[in-house]
């Protein structure tokens, strides 16, 4: 188990789920309640962290429904395809989100209401686009990378619905750029030198936040949602990856690998006051917040295995 | 599917595994085969007992795992920092902080060289030291070793742990088994997932038999007779003749449990990781266990980093940088961490070669997609036991890590290497007529 402070969470009830979901059978059904009537028997708290899934699958890039009810993430699903997979945490239940895909999908992310989400898929050989639906419904963008041998990366829909942040190569270093909700009218963000990536949008879509090596090794950034002056906010040895801001904006989560492995980190807003959550020998990844803002959702390798598990960083 | 025992697997999960080795035909197996051919030269006393080449299929990029350079533009250094190893002056880059621990028990080449660029050619020049064409093409490192040890009677001598051939993409790497020694000395293909279930695709031929049904010989030697027809279509033409050593491998306890990991503590198994390539890499210490003499530990059977179908290799002209942090070097590092330290902890290293590397480097200049392409000019190994002297740097590439400082080291060697320290010493090699040419490279040694 990834080691933290110890704290409480909610028991999550079992409702309508965040996405449109088939018919469940008779036997899920009983599994449904087995899990509430043990939740219901358990106390009202659990002691962090929880492992959400068990089956020790390569997992990387999971991400909160709006209202706390279902978590989607990316697995290893057989040795050749990466699998956008649904975890219902009322009862522990997974299932693919698109049940028919046949291409590797992963990187999603949803809008901040649960409408619209984004992902990438293999389209062809070393060739990776940027699809963007709405949830349930039509494919609002299908975005080609311009050439072979290429793909867009780590894809964030602004809060508005009007935009999507995504990275993508640019000369022999790797940019932001910004498009239109259907994938059009392509801006450049940043012009910096080395890889920018993972941006992730501040709740009132003002900002973005990303991973930069722009000085060096992978440091952490803040700038304003249209481009311009980055803000440097970390400043330790080796990667600083993968920020997202808290539900209210006041905090950063990370990963970093400033303590010789990956751990997960908070730090306020303004890259003050770092704070370590995890301090496991082995891996602690993808951080992703729950709408409460109380909690993360990460990829921990344990045993070595890799599962999903909730962290509280009160 | 040709089930031979399951296994109940303990794990650390709320719920067991089933754990199956599947069988099914024998391709051109050498084990069993007469050992005459073995000369008096051929029989000197080897260093390594066994041999395991870790076959880093698609090519790494050795500026962001064990060859980085710091104080290179950054058109060509990466964003990963460097990171101290055990060895006075050598860095490696974060992603490999378990290899740069371990430094001073093992040796790194860094200055290979190969004359190939594209997969299938340098796929055949790492594995049996020449070119693929012109033909004939010449045995793979394992079968050479194969035809000098013969093996144990239950056991293959040389076995290739993938999902079958290694391929790129739709076309086989020639240089996967017995060349010009035949097929004979293929290897035998064993594939292992994740979770640890160990599979022989070539004996799919088989569906339906279950030898753990059949109280006989008579009875396997029936239930075989209905399929020769199968592997004829097949090409297995050498079936008849392992047909004895495959009876053994099927039915010989001992020889199954090699391939048994759930026989492996949980910790063990844990060590490694729950990954094709971890699962693999401990299956690969109980078959030194067990006596093979050569493995070969692929990483993946296909080189293509993402592409639908294969499985995620080293070929990282996409998201190189990405694959790397997120997938590849925490696998392997973990991985082979295990395998090192398994090895050392079981006595097994001294008599074990461990051999690391790929087919080639990766382009030290960031391509125009900020990944990095195909470099032949420049690459690196990672030799441990079996009577190399460890902690060696061996080699070194130039500022940019674009090409090695005077001499390169060729696949040719490394071959040659491989070979004299499994006993095969010139008169012998050149008896075998194979590697043909090649030098030992002496500062390993």
């Known amino acids: 188990m990834p080691c933290c402070n110890p704290a409480t969470i909610e028991i999550v009830p079992i409702s309508v789920g965040w996405l449109s979901r088939s018919p469940g059978s008779f036997c899920a059904t009983l599994v449904a309640l087995a899990a509430l009537l043990t939740a219901l028997a358990a106390p009202v708290s659990a002691t962090e962290p929880v492992q959400l899934t068990r089956d020790g699958r390569l997992k990387f890039s999971p991400v909160v429904s709006h209202d706390g009810r279902e978590i989607v993430y990316v697995e290893l699903a057989d040795p050749t395809i990466y699998r956008l997979t649904r975890l219902n945490l009322a009862d522990g239940s997974t299932k693919p989100l698109h049940p028919d895909a046949r291409t590797s999908e992963f990187e999603p992310a949803f809008s901040a209401d649960g409408k619209i989400y984004a992902y990438l898929k293999t389209s062809g050989v070393l060739r990776v686009n940027l699809i963007i639906q709405e949830v349930g419904g039509a494919t609002l963008g299908d975005v080609p990378p311009a050439d072979g041998f290429s793909g867009m990366r780590s894809p964030a829909i602004a809060p508005d619905r009007k935009h999507v942040v995504y990275s993508f190569h640019d000369g022999g270093h790797q940019q932001l750029f910004e498009v239109d909700i259907t994938g059009k009218a392509r801006r450049a963000l940043t012009t910096s030198r080395g890889i920018n990536n993972w941006p992730a949008y501040s709740p009132d879509g003002a900002e973005v936040v990303f991973g930069s090596s722009r000085d060096g090794d992978f440091e952490i950034y803040r700038m304003p949602a249209s481009g311009g002056d980055a803000q440097r906010l970390t400043f330790s040895p080796g990667q600083d990856i993968r920020p997202r801001f808290s539900p209210d904006g006041k905090q950063i989560a990370f990963t970093t690998h400033r303590d010789g492995n990956a751990e997960v980190y908070v730090m306020q807003s303004d890259g003050s006051s770092p704070r370590r959550l995890t301090t496991s020998p082995d891996r602690d990844d993808y951080p992703a917040w729950y709408p409460d803002g109380k909690r993360l959702v990460i990829v921990s390798e344990q045993g070595g295995r890799h599962d999903l598990y909730s962290i509280s960083v009160e | ?445």
């Open chain 2, 1 to 445: 599917m040709f089930d031979v025992g399951s296994f109940r697997t303990r794990t650390c999960g709320t719920h067991g595994r089933r754990s199956f080795l599947r069988l099914a035909g024998s391709l051109g197996l050498a084990w069993g085969l007469p050992l005459s051919r073995v000369s008096a030269a051929e029989t000197k006393t080897p260093r390594a007992k066994s041999v395991i080449f870790v076959f880093l299929w698609g090519g790494p990029s050795h500026l962001d795992t064990c060859d980085p350079k710091p104080d290179a533009p950054v058109e060509y250094r990466g964003p990963f920092s460097a990171i101290a190893t055990r060895s006075p002056g050598m860095h490696f880059t974060e992603l490999v902080p378990r290899l740069a621990d371990r430094s001073d028990r093992y040796s790194i080449i860094r200055s290979h060289s190969t004359t190939e660029p594209g997969h299938p050619d340098a796929g055949t020049m790492a594995l049996t030291g020449f070119k693929e064409i012109p033909a004939p093409v010449q045995p793979n490192f394992g079968s050479i070793i194969a035809r000098h040890r013969g093996g144990r009677a239950t056991l293959p001598p040389f076995v290739s742990l993938a999902r079958g051939v290694v391929m790129d993409s739709g076309r086989r790497i020639e240089g996967y088994g017995g060349g010009t020694l035949s097929s004979a000395y293929d290897p035998l293909l064993v594939g292992c997932s994740a979770e640890g279930d160990v599979e022989i695709p070539a004996l799919r031929l088989l569906d339906g038999l279950n030898p753990l049904r059949i109280r006989d010989r008579v009875g396997l030697v029936s239930q075989l007779d209905a399929v020769p027809r199968a592997l004829e279509r097949a090409g297995f033409d050498t079936w008849d003749r392992n047909f004895q050593s495959a009876y053994d491998l099927l039915l010989n306890p001992a020889a199954r449990q090699a391939f048994d990991l759930t026989r492996e503590s949980d910790a063990t198994r844990a060590r490694y990781g729950y990954t094709m390539f971890g699962q693999s890499s401990l299956l690969a210490r109980r078959l030194v266990e067990a006596g093979v003499p050569y493995i070969q530990l692929n990483y993946s059977r296909h080189p293509e980093a993402i592409n639908t179908g294969f499985e995620f290799g080293w070929d990282t002209h996409l998201y190189n940088f990405e694959l790397l942090q997120d997938q590849h070097c925490p696998i392997l590092d973990r991985a082979y961490a295990a395998l090192f330290d398994d090895l050392h902890e079981r006595g097994l290293i001294d008599q074990t070669l461990v051999v690391m590397m790929g087919e080639f480097g990766r382009t030290p200049r960031i391509s125009s997609h900020a990944a990095r392409d195909h470099w032949p000019p420049c690459y690196f190994s990672i030799w441990a036991g079996g009577g190399v002297k460890p902690g060696r740097v061996i080699g070194t590439s130039d500022r940019l890590g674009e090409h090695p400082v005077g001499e390169s080291i060729s696949p040719l060697m490394v071959g040659t290497t491989i070979a004299e320290l499994c006993g095969l010493d010139t008169q012998a090699r050149a008896e075998m007529n194979v590697l043909a040419g090649g030098r030992v490279i002496d500062a390993l040694l």
